[in-house]
């Protein structure tokens, strides 16, 4: 394996789902309660070691987009993986999950995405729990920015993915 | 030459580079670049082209609106690539100015948007 390959990551979903936090939290070991909208795109890296081989994750953290056919085409060229991140909170964020990942197999195949239902910490009802154990949330993963659960397992699981 | 015939010389930042990154001419009019020697060093949103250069056909490339914090300065950039034989040159436009305008009311916008959630599910707990 070459030990040092780099792999675009884009990170897409709404606005204020928790795009901008995950990566913050990933790279920066940080969280901030205040909503700093993302305008455009900003870049950030971080390499992880996966099976004793350096990867250098070059993360896309780009603006909320309620449609991923809204999101500027140049930003998505060339990626390696998605992260789709909802938030559990706001079902208007995870009701048209299946027309994107419909989006992503058309436009994208072969590149593997995740799904992320981010603020998990706000789950605080049995109720909401067993909503997304439904099927069609089966092979999603579900984080807390805020809390730091699962971030950088989602973040290994889409590395190994790609390579 | 007028101040109307030069309206993009504040804006404006050319870099030329070879393949590999190495910076081999361009001025410094947004970022100062003097310190570096290649490019995909600069900042990881330049890294990630390098791939892009190497696979990709085409000559010509656009990226709207990026967020470059380079030497503690923060600028939003439209960035057009294209590539010529041998080498490839980057051209910035800081457009800051504009982008914080609608910075401000796409953030008022959405932070209003949230906030009313957040109150929302606070009085009802969550779905
Ligand atoms: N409780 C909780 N709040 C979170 C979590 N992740 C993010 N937030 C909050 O949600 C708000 C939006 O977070 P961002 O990370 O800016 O969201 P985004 O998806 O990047 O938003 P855009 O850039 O506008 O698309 C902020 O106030 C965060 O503090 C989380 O895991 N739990
Ligand atoms: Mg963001």
Redesign the pocket.
Known sequence: MNSSQSKKIV?L????????????RFVDSM?????????GVQVKKKVVTIDDAKVTLIIW?????SSISKARKSYLTGTHGFLY?F?VTRPETFENLEDEMDFLANNFPSIPVCKIG?????LLTENAKEFFEQEQYKDCDF?????GNNVENVFQKITKQML | MSTIEKPFLDVLQEIIIKPDGTIIGGNNTIYNLESFSNLFEVDPFFESLKEQFLTSNKTFFVYPCVNFYINNKKCYCDVTVKRENGFLAFILFNYSERYEKLHNI?SQK?QQQ?NAHLKKIGATNVL
């Open positions: 990170i979903g709404h606005f204020g789902v928790g795009k901008t936090s995950l990566v913050r969280f901030s309660e205040d909503y700093l909208v993302t305008l953290d780009i603006e909320g987009n991140v938030d981010n603020k998990s910490d706000l984080t807390s920015a805020k809390e | 796409e959405n949230l």
